[in-house]
């Protein structure tokens, strides 16, 4: 009988519902081709690329020492592109889609997709 209830309990831990992915998880799964594992733009594909990607660590420093998250966002899911890199960045506007979460941007509650939101939260704690 212990055999049975050892073996429903190995089934049941089975069913459980898997850990939602990290932050880091997410950009190491579809980021890091391009900006390389530090984020700094050193990714195997980028020496293929005619525009070197982007060093994601100095975002803060490059807009004053503030973490630029509505235009992270924006840049991440698509809504808004700069011309400079718009055909080389895919749009993860889709598949960072999920349940939404509410930030502040600028003062207004925003909702934002909570896998969208991980990455550029990850991102922001990459800064130097």
């Not at 975002?59 to 630029?68: I, K, M, Q, T």
């Not at 349940?99 to 502040?104: L, S």
């Given at each position: 009988m212990k055999n049975v209830y050892l073996l429903a309990l190995v089934a049941l831990a089975g069913c459980a519902e898997p850990e939602p992915p990290t932050g880091a998880q997410l950009f190491a799964d579809n980021c890091t081709a391009?900006?390389?594992?530090?984020g700094s733009g050193?990714?195997?594909?980028?020496?293929?690329?005619?525009?070197?990607?982007?060093?994601?660590t100095t975002?803060?420093?490059?807009?004053?020492?503030?973490?630029?998250m509505e235009r992270v966002l924006s840049s991440i899911d698509g809504f808004h592109r700069n011309p400079g890199f718009e055909t080389a960045m895919p749009e993860f506007g889709a598949f960072f889609s999920g349940?939404?979460?509410?930030?502040?941007l600028d003062g207004v509650?925003?909702?934002?997709?909570e896998p969208l939101l991980l990455?550029?939260?990850?991102?922001?704690?990459l800064q130097k």
């Open positions: 391009c900006h390389g594992a530090d050193s990714g195997w594909v980028a020496a293929g690329l005619q525009r070197k990607p982007a060093d994601l975002l803060s420093a490059r807009n004053g020492g503030v973490f630029p349940p939404m979460d509410q930030i502040e509650m925003t909702p934002v997709p990455v550029a939260e990850y991102l922001e704690s």
